[in-house]
């Protein structure tokens, strides 16, 4: 199957085509660009290089967050149109799952964590189990650095641009217990959303693109604003 996948939950917009699972190409931007003046340029020129229609996809996969509330808005809706056009069925994939499948196997427990602004952090427990499958062992948590690390009694690799934040925070604060990947495993890949969307539309499950939402974990400022002006 031929899967392009889409992340837009941080700063760092990515873009990926994979073709029974083998990666064939992908687009990284980590500048202060927006999601909205790269993202279709960007799968014009991924397509365009790779040689591969647009018709000729099987479907997409975007990374549904938590993340950037903005980026995240303009991804779906990207997706929901491209969808739309083309009749061709969408998967939707955690960010924080994506950036825990870029880990390779290992015994140890792994923690993505985003920066959620606002002295938060969205974070989640993963372990990959005997059989090599990695394993979800959490809900999408939005907490504080200083609650998250509550939660650590073993070895942890994090990963995310959280890392970036709060990393000298984790390792003070576990310094026998934080680990952490080669810091380009700290951006969410394309090819890594291509790869597990793959594995859901094999599976049969694709999205509703008249419905289908981001993942925002906890309120938007807007929602914030908008609640404490309602009458009690």
Known sequence: MKILGIDTSTRCGSVGLIDAGEVISEYLLNIPVTHSERLLGAIEHLLKESRCPM????????????????????????????AYATRKPAAGVAS????????????????????????EVYAAFYRYEETNLLKRRSGY?????????????????FVGDGVKTYGDFLLKSLPSFA????????????????RLGGELLRKGE?????????IYVRPSEAEIKWQEKRPI
């Open 55 to 82: 018709e000729e996809l099987d479907g997409w996969a975007i990374s549904l967050g938590p993340g950037s509330f903005t980026g995240l808005r303009i991804g779906v809706s990207t997706v929901k149109g491209l």
């Open 96 to 119: 924080l799952d994506v950036l825990a499948s870029q880990i390779s196997p290992t015994p140890y427990l792994i923690c993505p964590v985003l920066d959620a602004r606002k002295g």
């Open 179 to 194: 680990l952490f990947p080669n810091p380009f495993l700290h951006l969410p890949h394309g090819s890594a959303v291509a």
């Open 141 to 157: 948590q939005a907490m504080s650095p200083q609650d998250l690390v509550k939660k650590i009694g073993e070895k942890t690799v």
């Open 206 to 214: 694709s999205l509703d693109v008249e419905t289908f939402a981001p």
